[in-house]
């Protein structure tokens, strides 16, 4: 699966934003669409996940704030992102976790990183 991230950019503390990434390749072998994100210094952590059922569930860090959706007719997935504070600043990756099959036919878990965009929020 490749995917491609965008959106990202500089916004004063309370504004918003909204990520994109595209998803192409291997769309039926995923199970889930992923944003993570990592600050400088820290360690990338896990923001929000939207299943291939539909349910999604945000990080307790970005709740009420942040959510995720996606339009399967572009096998696009958003990250809207409101009331954005400065700790928010990072690094922001979508990636895409599913399964693959080795040459045995076994299904062998796998996670697809897109780039990453960086989004800024000033104080």
């Known amino acids: 699966v490749q995917l491609q991230a965008s959106g990202g950019g500089l916004v004063q503390a309370g504004g918003c934003l909204r990520l994109?990434?595209?998803?192409?390749?291997?769309?039926?072998?995923?199970?889930?669409m992923e944003w993570y994100r990592q600050a400088p210094g820290k360690q990338r952590e896990l923001v929000a996940i939207?299943?291939?059922?539909?349910?999604?569930n945000v990080a307790d860090s970005v709740k009420g704030r942040f959510t995720t959706s996606r339009n399967n007719a572009k096998n696009t997935v958003y990250l809207q992102m409101n009331s954005l504070k400065p700790e928010d600043t990072a690094v922001y990756y979508c990636?895409?976790?599913?399964?693959?099959?080795?040459?045995?036919?076994?299904?062998?878990?796998?996670?697809?990183w897109g780039q990453g965009t960086q989004v800024t929020v000033s104080s």
């Open positions: 994109s990434c595209a998803a192409s390749g291997s769309i039926s072998s995923i199970n889930a």
């Open positions: 990636a895409a976790e599913g399964l693959s099959y080795n040459d045995y036919g076994e299904p062998v878990a796998r996670r697809d």
């Open positions: 939207i299943r291939s059922g539909g349910s999604t």
